[in-house]
């Protein structure tokens, strides 16, 4: 799993999260430069769906555990929103029940189903 990161680091933390078989660019590549001028956007590329790894998607479940693992490693736990297409809006909400007790750590869940 990879995680794109654009804008200031100290800004308050965006989390996008693509659709099956979505390449994060084509899922969000025209909003990012709006959302990177007064947010911090993290834009996660699945394993198994980043051309630049050679990995293969585990779980919902494995990769779940991931993204809550970045966030607490390189966000201090919190960020501000999540917003998942298609998958990944399964994904904000297994992160919103999840163990980790993700409720606490996100101000904003945002999901999108199909």
């Given at each position: 799993m990879k995680v794109y990161e654009f804008g200031a680091d100290t800004a308050p933390v965006i989390l996008l999260l693509p659709g099956t078989c979505c390449h994060w660019k084509s899922n969000f590549g025209q909003v990012i430069p709006l959302l990177?001028?007064?947010?911090?956007?993290?834009?996660?590329?699945?394993?198994?769906f980043d051309e630049?790894?050679?990995?293969?998607?585990?779980?919902?479940?494995?990769?779940?555990?991931?993204?809550?693992?970045?966030?607490?490693?390189?966000?201090?736990?919190?960020?501000?929103?999540?917003y998942g297409c298609s998958l990944g809006g399964s994904f904000v909400g297994l992160l919103a029940?999840?163990?980790?007790?993700?409720?606490?750590?996100?101000?904003?869940?945002?999901?999108?189903?199909?």
């Amino acid at each position: 799993m990879k995680v794109y990161e654009f804008g200031a680091d100290t800004a308050p933390v965006i989390l996008l999260l693509p659709g099956t078989c979505c390449h994060w660019k084509s899922n969000f590549g025209q909003v990012i430069p709006l959302l990177q001028r007064d947010f911090r956007v993290l834009c996660v590329s699945y394993d198994g769906f980043d051309e630049t790894e050679s990995t293969e998607f585990p779980t919902m479940l494995a990769e779940t555990e991931k993204i809550e693992a970045y966030i607490r490693k390189n966000c201090g736990g919190h960020i501000r929103a999540a917003y998942g297409c298609s998958l990944g809006g399964s994904f904000v909400g297994l992160l919103a029940c999840y163990p980790y007790k993700w409720a606490q750590l996100v101000k904003s869940i945002i999901e999108q189903g199909v």
